[in-house]
């Protein structure tokens, strides 16, 4: 990966916006609670929800840099995955088989989209497979809520999800969110590792690039879509185990996959450090900008600042902090 | 003249037959290739020549006739198999993996040669990443066969179309193949760049004895470079031999410089 001038500028030009503005602010009125801790612990609050952000954004990032489409039903996949560890929790497995077991169960489903739907569609334009992973997308929050049923579930990992003190008392940080945070983290750079260095990783962003040229080299297509489907199954799962831990395992999981496009349009639809480089920022920027600036201007900024973020990337910098050039030779 | 080092057949087609739907596209085609020969395809545009390279690697299955590879006859090849067992191509229109470097583009042609599991690529350890560096090694080899050493790492998209051309050719060599197929390799070139690819193609047969078929409209080229030509027209097969025979082949002057009736 190599880092551009302008990304290390876009991120100082985004940390300068969130410590300068709620400072000046802070100097300049004594409404505004302002001090260096409680920044800070604003700031680490922000960015392990980010994390969180990123983990749902890994599985967009995983299919598309491996097929090239958009996948829409990551949302559904992660809601499924959840689902069914709860389910086979609930029927008297223990946790750890419960896992063990939804881990095949992610791999059956990668097998059955690539044998019914994806391998019927080679060499088939994106937005025709676009348009198959909506299909899958709503298949897959039916079918999941049929088998296990639609009630809100308890999802217990066991970690606590009390706050603990840091830097002498003087910042509080979610244990869960330090835990989510590590294994985002494990996640991220083996992923990065796997694609960049690997002969799978190599062929995935052959078949991503373009299908008949990766046959003739022969990459057998079938494998690498099993492959790279239950990759994203995988990711889906650690997703559904964090948030399902933290809201309960309901259909609303599936929505979550909202906020991870923000997340995908700023680090980039192709890249792994991408997704979670762009969950932190938003993450950070959503927190700060709703404890620091939402008074200014009357509150409320949380909800769609992730969003507005992503609109400026759009006009400026359409490929995102890492995306892969669009180069188009005419 | 180079004759001594042509060996047996090793692909044979008979009685090739394929269409799509009522468009008959092949009628009829035999032809053998032998070890270490080029062989070239030419004739007008729709002649189905391009037709006849995905037949040989598998992308078309041919309705009737058969094809024996290596001895061994069949109905059809299959991709995969067809690229394990040393069949490599390149395309007409450039069928590179744009977003990624010259130097990923060649090694995905090794693909077939990296033999650590899915597990040991994973973590990268031991024998995938022994492998990695021994595959490199081969691969800049060919990267200074082919005398592009300079955009190793540049992202294929943004190569000029002669360079794209070659790359192509490199990830096809990579996975070194029996038999090289080529489709129209000197297309939209200007004359220094087709003297280059001429000689790359002629050092490919001579240097790794990797027999060529080869699809090409410029005439002078085919002509210097094929030891034997086969020539289609609409389907059907109107000549095949040596460059002298077809080039004084009443019905192949005929189909290229059209018949005053």
């Known amino acids: 990966m190599r880092i551009e001038r302008d990304i290390i500028y876009i991120i100082l030009a985004f940390i300068a916006l969130m410590v300068v503005v709620p400072w000046t602010a802070g100097q300049l009125s004594d409404q505004i609670f302002f001090n260096w801790p409680f920044f800070f612990e604003v700031a680490i609050g922000g960015l392990l929800s980010g994390v969180m952000y990123s983990l749902v954004a890994l599985g967009f990032v995983l299919i598309f840099k491996a097929s090239g489409v958009f996948n829409f039903s990551q949302g559904a996949i992660v809601l499924f995955a959840a689902l069914t560890l709860v389910g086979l929790h609930e029927l008297g497995l223990p946790m750890w088989l419960a896992m063990i077991a939804t881990m095949g169960v992610m791999y059956l489903v990668a097998v059955a989209i690539e044998?019914?739907?994806?391998?019927?569609?080679?060499?088939?334009?994106?937005?025709?497979?676009?348009?198959?992973?909506?299909?899958?997308?709503?298949?897959?929050?039916?079918?999941?809520?049929?088998?296990?049923?639609?009630?809100?579930?308890?999802?217990?990992?066991?970690?606590?999800?009390?706050?603990?003190?840091?830097?002498?008392?003087?910042?509080?940080?979610?244990?869960?969110?330090?835990?989510?945070?590590?294994?985002?983290?494990?996640?991220?750079?083996?992923?990065?590792?796997?694609?960049?260095?690997?002969?799978?990783?190599?062929?995935?962003?052959?078949?991503?690039?373009?299908?008949?040229?990766?046959?003739?080299?022969?990459?057998?297509?079938?494998?690498?879509?099993?492959?790279?489907?239950?990759?994203?199954?995988?990711?889906?799962?650690?997703?559904?185990?964090?948030?399902?831990?933290?809201?309960?395992?309901?259909?609303?999981?599936?929505?979550?996959?909202?906020?991870?496009?923000?997340?995908?349009?700023?680090?980039?639809?192709?890249?792994?450090?991408?997704?979670?480089?762009?969950?932190?920022?938003?993450?950070?920027?959503?927190?700060?900008?709703?404890?620091?600036?939402?008074?200014?201007?009357?509150?409320?900024?949380?909800?769609?600042?992730?969003?507005?973020?992503?609109?400026?990337?759009?006009?400026?910098?359409?490929?995102?902090?890492?995306?892969?050039?669009?180069?188009?030779?005419? | 003249m180079k004759e001594w080092k042509i060996g047996d057949v090793i692909l044979a087609l008979d009685n090739i037959s394929l269409s799509f739907g009522a468009m008959k596209v092949l009628n009829n085609i035999s032809f053998d290739v032998k070890k270490g020969e080029i062989r070239s395809i030419i004739g007008p545009n729709g002649a189905g020549k391009s037709s006849m390279l995905n037949v040989i690697n598998g992308f078309y299955h041919p309705q009737e006739g058969s094809i024996t590879f290596r001895g061994e006859k069949r109905k059809e090849m299959d991709v995969h198999k067809a690229a394990a067992s040393g069949i490599a191509r390149t395309f007409q229109n450039i069928a590179l993996f744009k977003g990624m470097s010259t130097l990923d583009n060649i090694m995905t042609g090794r693909n077939l040669k990296i033999k650590s599991n899915i597990f040991q690529q994973a973590v990268y350890w031991g024998k995938a990443q022994k492998e990695e560096i021994e595959h490199r090694y081969k691969v800049?080899?060919?990267?200074?066969?082919?005398?592009?050493?300079?955009?190793?790492?540049?992202?294929?998209?943004?190569?000029?179309?002669?360079?794209?051309?070659?790359?192509?050719?490199?990830?096809?060599?990579?996975?070194?193949?029996?038999?090289?197929?080529?489709?129209?390799?000197?297309a939209g070139m200007n004359v220094e760049e087709k003297e280059d690819m001429s000689r790359f193609i002629l050092d490919i047969n001579d240097e790794f004895g990797t027999t060529i078929v080869l699809i090409e409209h410029d005439m002078g080229v085919v002509m210097d470079l094929s030891d034997r030509v086969v020539v289609l027209d609409y389907g059907l097969q109107l000549a095949d031999g040596p460059p002298d025979e077809v080039r004084n082949n009443q019905k192949v002057i005929d189909a290229y410089l059209g018949v005053s009736h």
């Open chain 1, 115 to 330: 044998k019914l739907v994806l391998g019927k569609l080679v060499n088939q334009e994106h937005i025709i497979l676009f348009m198959a992973t909506i299909g899958i997308a709503y298949f897959l929050d039916g079918f999941g809520q049929i088998l296990w049923g639609s009630d809100v579930k308890l999802l217990d990992l066991g970690i606590s999800q009390a706050p603990g003190f840091y830097f002498d008392g003087l910042i509080l940080i979610n244990d869960f969110d330090l835990f989510a945070a590590a294994v985002a983290g494990v996640l991220v750079i083996s992923l990065a590792i796997f694609f960049q260095y690997t002969r799978i990783g190599r062929a995935l962003r052959a078949v991503a690039d373009d299908h008949q040229a990766a046959l003739s080299v022969g990459i057998p297509l079938n494998h690498i879509w099993i492959i790279v489907w239950t990759v994203a199954g995988l990711v889906g799962l650690v997703a559904g185990i964090m948030w399902g831990s933290k809201m309960g395992v309901q259909f609303s999981l599936a929505l979550i996959a909202l906020k991870a496009l923000p997340v995908l349009i700023l680090g980039g639809f192709t890249s792994v450090p991408g997704a979670i480089i762009g969950g932190l920022i938003i993450g950070a920027g959503e927190k700060l900008a709703e404890v620091f600036i939402a008074p200014m201007i009357g509150g409320g900024i949380e909800e769609w600042f992730a969003y507005m973020l992503a609109l400026a990337f759009l006009v400026f910098r359409p490929q995102g902090l890492f995306g892969e050039k669009i180069i188009e030779r005419v």
């Open chain 2, 140 to 186: 800049e080899e060919i990267i200074d066969f082919l005398e592009i050493q300079d955009i190793r790492k540049t992202p294929v998209g943004r190569l000029p179309y002669g360079f794209q051309k070659r790359v192509e050719l490199g990830r096809a060599l990579a996975a070194e193949p029996d038999i090289l197929l080529l489709d129209e390799p000197m």
